[in-house]
């Protein structure tokens, strides 16, 4: 027993200083390194980088500098961290090699929030899908369709794609297309339509709607009917438009032609 004791004697002289030393230097880290993070967070805040970056930004500095107070403390333990960097190296190499998809979609992410082609409320076309940008984070990009459908998408794919951004400007161009019969008069058609957008009131006078005979088909006569309107307006004014089209050319007695034939054979 005495033999146990003079060796837990042993050891407590021995190692005492170094655990303290160690715990010391892990408590004042743990301070610096919350301060390091409320000093770079003020920084972003003060260059206006984005919220979600801020925050990815704070927690990897974090991760990064107590990874090295670990080692740092476990040296002054007096353990040798040759072995143990060299284990964490082996460890980050196959991690990386394993997320390597992840780590395209964060670099992706940063790019996204750096260069900000898209903010969160635009409307936007990407990757063949439209609608509302809802949350930007590291990793994906979530978009309400007009479906009310969410929509998420990796960010690495969205970055190396063709981004549309419809809300960019302010104002969008609806682009319809009416056909009416080669008997009806062009002028005259052109006055009904024009009428139409004219008196619509989600319709905007700047720029000025247009419509203009964009093409002579088969059996119709085209316009392109062209109105202008708000972002937050375009489907209102698209379907308004185009009701309002049928009704106005009706009430003129214009023809909107119709494949008559196709219509007696099933009646037929």
Not at 191 to 196: E, F, Q, S
Request: hydrophobic letters at 50%; glycine letters at 8%; charged letters at 20%.
């Amino acid at each position: 027993m005495e033999k146990y004791l003079t060796l837990l004697k042993d050891l407590l002289v021995e190692y005492s200083p170094k655990v303290l030393y160690a715990l010391g230097l892990l408590i004042v880290g743990l301070f610096a390194i919350k301060l390091i993070i409320r000093l770079t967070k003020k920084l972003l805040n003060v260059r206006h980088v984005d919220e979600t970056l801020q925050t990815f930004l704070g927690n990897l500095i974090a991760w990064g500098l107590k990874a090295l107070l670990l080692v740092a403390v476990i040296s002054k333990l007096g353990v040798d961290t040759t072995a143990l960097a060299a284990v964490m190296a082996a460890a980050g190499l196959g991690l990386g090699l394993a997320l390597q998809g992840a780590l395209a979609n964060f670099a992706g992410g940063v790019l996204i929030i750096l260069f900000k082609p898209f903010r969160v409320g635009d409307l936007v076309n990407v990757q063949g899908e439209i609608g509302i940008v809802k949350n930007i984070e590291i990793f994906t990009t979530q978009i309400l369709s007009p479906t009310n459908k969410r929509i998420i998408i990796p960010n690495g794919t969205l970055a190396n794609s063709n981004i549309i951004n419809l809300s960019a400007e302010g104002k969008l161009r609806v682009d319809l297309t009416i056909g009416v019969g080669y008997d009806e008069n062009i002028k005259q058609t052109k006055d009904v339509l024009m009428a139409v957008l004219t008196s619509h009131p989600k319709v905007l006078q700047d720029p000025l709607p247009t419509v203009d005979v964009s093409e002579l088909a088969d059996s119709s006569v085209n316009f392109a009917v062209r109105p202008w309107c708000t972002v937050e307006d375009y489907w209102a004014v698209y379907f308004g438009i185009t009701e309002n089209c049928k009704l106005a050319l009706d009430a003129a007695g214009i023809e909107i032609p119709y494949p008559h034939a196709v219509e007696i054979q099933k009646k037929g």
